[in-house]
């Protein structure tokens, strides 16, 4: 874990998220967060990671959610030697 992140302003943030008790509730305090391009950023990191996953091509991924190939390498750099976070969610989401 990156120590330069965990602050007490993160660990505010964090548990407000897991306060979140439905998609709605995400919505609206996302919404009130995040700019429309941050939030569109974090999920397209999110689906770039999933067709990682799956073994798509940057290609592929790039087609499909308009990430240039500098994003799909950052993500691949997180999913190779990240802190396992990925990992993490997308084994509890299935």
Known sequence: MNKKI???AVDHLFDAVLCLQNKEECYSFFEDL???NELLSLSQRFEVASMLRDKKTYLEIA???GASTATISRV???LNYGD???ELVFNRMQ
Request: with cysteine.
């Open 6 to 8: 965990r602050t007490d």
């Open 34 to 36: 995040c700019t429309v």
């Open 76 to 78: 691949n750099r997180s």
């Open 63 to 65: 087609e499909k959610t």
């Open 84 to 86: 396992d976070g990925y």
